[in-house]
């Protein structure tokens, strides 16, 4: 079962910029996507960002323009780049592996992300 690890998060000023990183244990490439979600204190969780085995790209609207999702196919890792933050972007980001079969697998950690002056 593939299991990931969130890194990257900590705390910026809004207007600044993080790369967060999601390192996956198996091939999470050949099939599905890989998703980033994030949740903020008091709120559900909710798509981000994501990216198919085919390289499409998704985001949702808040982050259109500011996010960018990206991946490392020899490493197994997907990435976000955050630009721009803003204090509404203050979450607790997750990857996950989706599949039409399977849906969502287990949950990591996350990392926090903290936008404040």
């Known amino acids: 079962q593939v299991q990931q690890m969130e890194s990257g998060g900590g705390l910026v000023q809004p207007g600044g910029s993080l790369r967060l990183s999601c390192a996956a244990s198996?091939?999470?490439?050949?099939?599905?996507?890989m998703r980033w979600f994030r949740q903020a204190p008091g709120k559900q969780r909710e798509f981000v960002a994501g990216i198919t085995n085919r390289g499409f790209r998704d985001y949702e609207d808040s982050v259109r323009g500011r996010f960018t999702i990206s991946r490392d196919i020899d490493k197994n890792t997907v990435y976000l780049q955050m630009n721009n933050l803003k204090q509404e972007d203050t979450a607790v980001y997750y990857c996950n592996h989706w599949t039409r079969q399977r849906g969502l697998g287990p949950w990591g950690q996350g990392t926090q992300v903290t936008v404040s002056s």
């Open positions: 198996g091939n999470v490439f050949s099939d599905g996507a």
